[in-house]
């Protein structure tokens, strides 16, 4: 059993599951990017959405008063408050 198998397995017997999901599995996979890249992780929203549709999306967030949204890849966690 590999190192990510084992972590896994530990993860879910210690929340009383004795096996992985297999979408768990097949989710957590190197092949699937994850652990990768996380900066390509984190920007491909900007890849796959028209400007306009990121200025909409912007524009209803600010509605809520959520203004730590902008068109950087992360949030401006300062400005969230936390």
Same mark, same amino acid.
């Given at each position: 059993? +590999?190192?990510?198998?084992?972590? /896994? *397995?530990?993860?879910? $017997?210690?929340?009383?599951?004795? $096996? ?20 390509? /992780? ?5 890849? &796959?959405? *028209?400007?306009?549709? &990121?200025?909409? &999306?912007?524009? &209803? ?17 300062? $400005?969230? +408050?936390?």
């Amino acid at each position: 059993m +590999g190192m990510e198998k084992q972590k /896994q *397995a530990r993860i879910f $017997n210690e929340i009383g599951e004795k $096996n992985v999901p297999r979408s768990v599995s097949r989710v957590l996979r190197e092949e699937h990017g994850i652990g990768r890249n996380k900066g390509d /992780q984190l920007s491909k929203w900007k890849k &796959i959405l *028209a400007k306009e549709e &990121i200025e909409r &999306i912007l524009d &209803i967030v600010s509605d809520f008063s959520l203004d730590f949204y902008t068109k950087d890849v992360e949030p401006d966690y300062e $400005n969230i +408050g936390v």
